[in-house]
């Protein structure tokens, strides 16, 4: 276990400093509502000069996966937060991993058996499951309490089944008929009675802590001041208040963040876009935009303001102005905003990270680096104002790159006005050849001169170049691309379709 400068055996109140946690379950890919509650934990620690520990509570076996813990701390990273305590930079509140606490919450739990304030259960599941079965059946039972039974097993009777090596559990006894209040900065002052909360299971048979106990144990330790978390875990609250109340130690504040719902007010899933960070990232989104549409998702500085900077966001940032209503997820209005953040990036910056993605897979594009990097300089300025993510952005530049691929309903549509279509390449063909700088204003230039001596709309023109060198209706502005792909390619391409519609 790693060795911390920490006393663990010491319940500590009353810390000076603001400490707040993120504690995902390495279970997968980090997901939007996560993000969300870790990026709420790390403004409210910076914005307060606090500081925010990562935590990973893996002692769920059956759903652990060891390779998603540096997963999630990759997607951490990549949206801008660093944490002061954590796994890999340690801490005096270590070990950060609940697989490496269990001696600690083994510790605790028999204190509290000592004072009285738990027990052994040597109940098995078979019979836990025989006492449910007979209790449901009686017709006024609404839901199934343990009835104690180990509870009043004398103290020579519980050593001897210790001894006997029977399996056991140990569950918190619960007082009866108090109330279990708590002040939530979202949901206001919440009041449950101690009756509706059977004596849970605090240590498993496999010696592994609950839920419910290792986060309280852990908080408690880690000496954490504010508990910020989403709405899920309000039903976990009063547990988790029995364990602090067991331990004489002060609660922390309690702060749930509303719901996530699918624009449509169903259930969030992936067919509203909810996909991992990693995802988002793989798409060609920006951290940016990411961590401005997390900051919308249940909290706003007011009802105008959408585009907001990391520092509009740290500056303006309050667990007061949570709301409660559940958020409603937009991926369009995620993707609008990852199309602000492009296209008010210098140019320089998204090149850069265009060449990136480009580095992953030159084989695709057909090109040198050296050769992609002299053109993208060119492409960037033509397709800024038309670009949502990178992936986008790739798509448009990989047609650069490759020859012209025509579709066949395209060219059908073309050969309906065959021989206008013929003559207005014949035309183009000539007049480009004859220009010396070929440049967006000389191209255009000729271009409109054919309209003009055929007496055709420009549009038609367009539309048929377009045709020629683009391979589909809709291009970047046509005269930017036509002087990046030079004359020759542009000779090459408008001859080519000429002999497709002929």
Not at 104 to 112: M, S
């Amino acid at each position: 276990m790693e060795k911390t400068e920490k006393n663990t055996n010491e319940i500590i109140s009353g810390p000076e400093a603001i400490r707040v946690r993120f504690a995902p379950s390495p279970t997968g890919y980090l997901h939007i509502g996560s993000a969300r509650t870790a990026f709420f934990n790390w403004l409210f620690a910076k914005k307060t000069k606090g500081r925010f520990i990562l935590r990973i509570e893996d002692t769920d076996i059956s759903r652990h996966l060891e390779e998603a813990i540096e997963l999630i701390m990759d997607s951490l990273k990549w949206l801008g937060m660093s944490w002061d305590e954590g796994p890999d930079i340690g801490g005096n509140y270590g070990p950060y991993r609940q697989s490496q606490r269990k001696e600690i919450y083994l510790e605790y739990a028999k204190k509290l058996v000592e004072n009285g304030r738990a027990y052994y259960c040597f109940c098995s599941q078979e019979k836990l499951a025989e006492k449910r079965k007979a209790f449901m059946g009686d017709a006024k039972a609404d839901y199934y309490e343990y009835d104690r039974e180990c509870y009043y097993l004398g103290p020579g009777k519980v050593r001897e089944n210790l001894e006997g090596g029977i399996p056991w559990t140990i569950r918190l006894l619960v007082p009866d008929d108090i109330e279990i209040k708590f002040e939530d900065l979202v949901y206001g002052s919440i009041s449950v009675s101690s009756n509706t909360q059977e004596d849970f299971i605090i240590i498993r048979s496999n010696g592994l802590p609950t839920y419910n106990f290792s986060a309280a144990i852990d908080d408690i330790l880690m000496e954490i001041t504010h508990v910020i978390r989403g709405e899920d875990h309000l039903s976990n609250t009063p547990k988790q208040i029995l364990v602090y109340r067991a331990l004489n130690a002060g609660l922390p504040v309690f702060t749930h963040l509303p719901m996530i719902l699918g624009a449509d007010g169903t259930k969030l899933s992936k067919r509203h876009g909810s996909i991992s960070i990693e995802a988002y990232r793989q798409d060609g989104f920006l951290a940016e935009s990411i961590r401005n549409y997390l900051s919308l998702l249940g909290w706003s500085y007011d009802e105008k303001t959408t585009i907001l900077s990391l520092n509009d966001i740290l500056n303006k940032f309050d667990l007061s102005q949570i709301n409660k209503r559940p958020a409603r997820f937009d991926y369009e209005k995620l993707l609008w905003l990852n199309g602000h953040y492009l296209r008010n990036m210098p140019d320089k910056d998204l090149e850069k990270l265009i060449l990136e993605k480009i580095r992953l897979d030159t084989k695709t594009f057909n090109a040198n680096i050296s050769d992609i990097d002299k053109k993208i300089k060119k492409i960037i300025p033509i397709i800024k104002e038309r670009i949502k993510t990178l992936n986008e952005a790739l798509d448009i530049i990989y047609v650069f790159f490759r020859p012209v691929s025509y579709q066949q309903d395209f060219i059908d549509y073309i050969k309906t006005n065959k021989d206008t279509a013929i003559n207005v390449i014949d035309d183009a063909i000539l007049l480009l050849s004859g220009i010396r700088d070929f440049s967006h204003d000389n191209i255009e230039a000729a271009l409109r001169n054919i309209s003009e001596r055929k007496n055709l709309n420009f549009r038609k023109t367009a539309e048929i170049i377009r045709a020629a060198v683009w391979g589909s209706k809709v291009s970047p502005p046509m005269f930017g691309t036509m002087e990046i792909f030079g004359k020759e390619e542009c000779a090459l391409r408008l001859k080519a379709f000429k002999k497709i519609i002929a």
